[in-house]
């Protein structure tokens, strides 16, 4: 099998697994239990969260862990949205763009539904890009908070950051990015990108489901969603993942280490497969931005099929794929975020997203665009669509 469907998990790497393995046997401890295999648990913990905080550059204090990249964004968005409004109720805006993922676009909707918000979305241009003209255009003086993501996991495309979250602080304004799918692909460091919050999911780098990291920074008021002990000074109760965290933190070490050469090697061969998909299916579209786009990602709409069709027969040809996001596998609707770049709604349903690994081969890469032009022939000769 070739998998080509990373940006919607990964395999947990070998050296995550050892690291977290103590964690899981012999030191099993709670971190807040006050006897020496809870003082382990809690130096685990402490260091993972050390490491996290070396690598977005900032205090150990700043990193909050969670169960997930949902569990991040969703603290986030309502978290900082409804402690400034506690704060100041005329802060009852929140801005968000047109592509981000359902945890981002979920939070702020219940931010309208029940606690009197208004959302405004940021449009996207053709490529998927937010433009500051087009962010500055929804600043207002009641916005809350403004949240955008680093990188796109249906498309692939990569935002401005830096730039968005200048425009937003200059107007005092919170900047929050969901960097789930740029996490191990792009710089990470809180300071350059300018950003007061930023979500990182664990099984998108190598790391098990189920953990994940919210970066605060310090000065940034917050609401915790979850309470209980008080936990992660009282940002998110619930007794730690140790292992998890410990398993997030190995994972995201290993991936900044190499991210440089991993990025250029898979854009490379991410090039090459776009090049032979595009010769090898005719009438074949190349869906988000042309160069500022995640390495491990490329994204095609195939005219005159079904995306669903043509990823069984890639399946049955051996490559493993995805429509689009993994979460909304399965559901009829055309891609909101491929009508948010201006695609039409039947053009939107036959698309197809292959997001590589960093560990992908070129072998693999070149089969992979073979077959798809042979699907694409066959459901189309077939009239499978
Ligand atoms: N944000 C983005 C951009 C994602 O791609 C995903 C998962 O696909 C999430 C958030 C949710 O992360 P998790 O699966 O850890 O809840």
């Not at 309208?112 to 207002?140: C, N």
Request: proline share 5%.
């Amino acid at each position: 099998m070739i998998f080509l469907d990373a940006a919607a998990t990964t395999p947990v790497r070998r050296e995550v697994l050892e690291a977290m393995w103590p964690y899981l046997s012999g030191e099993f401890g709670n971190p807040s239990s006050h006897h020496t295999l809870g003082e382990a648990a809690a130096s685990a913990l402490a260091a993972a969260r050390a490491t996290v905080a070396k690598v977005l550059g900032c205090r150990p204090g700043a990193v909050t862990f969670t169960s997930g990249g949902t569990e991040a964004d969703n603290l986030a968005v309502k978290g900082i949205a409804l402690a400034r409004q506690a704060a100041n109720p005329a802060l009852n805006r929140v801005v968000i763009s047109a592509v981000e993922h359902p945890a981002v676009e979920e939070s702020a909707r219940y931010l309208e539904r029940f606690h009197g918000f208004t959302v405004d979305v940021v449009p996207v241009d053709s490529t998927g890009l937010v433009t500051p003209l087009a962010l500055a255009a929804a600043l207002r003086p009641e916005t809350a908070l403004v949240s955008i993501m680093y990188a796109n996991n249906e498309v692939g495309t990569i935002q401005p950051v830096t730039e968005l979250a200048e425009l937003a602080r200059t107007q005092g304004i919170p900047f929050h990015t969901d960097a789930v799918q740029a996490a191990g692909w792009l710089p990470l460091d809180v300071k350059a990108l300018g950003v007061d919050a930023l979500s990182i999911s664990g099984h998108k780098l190598g790391a098990p489901k189920g953990c994940g990291v919210l970066f605060i920074r310090g000065r940034t008021r917050i609401e915790p969603l979850l309470h209980g002990g008080g936990q992660e000074r009282g940002r998110r109760s619930g007794t730690e993942n140790v292992a998890g965290a410990v398993g997030l933190a190995t994972a995201l070490t290993l991936a900044q280490a190499a991210q440089l050469q991993t990025a250029h090697h898979v854009t490379a061969l991410r090039d090459g497969f776009i090049r032979d998909v595009l010769d090898a299916v005719p009438g074949a579209v190349l869906t988000g931005h042309p160069t500022e786009r995640l390495p491990s990602v490329a994204s095609f709409c195939f005219p005159g099929t079904s995306g669903e069709s043509v990823l069984l027969e890639l399946e049955r040809q051996g490559v493993v794929c995805s429509s689009g996001s993994a979460c909304a596998a399965g559901s009829d609707a055309p891609s909101p975020v491929l009508t948010a770049l201006g695609i039409d709604a039947e053009v939107a349903q036959t698309a197809v997203r292959f997001s590589f690994e960093s560990t992908v081969s070129g072998t693999d890469v070149a089969a992979a665009a073979e077959a798809v032009g042979a699907a694409v022939g066959s459901v189309r000769t077939l009239g499978r669509s």
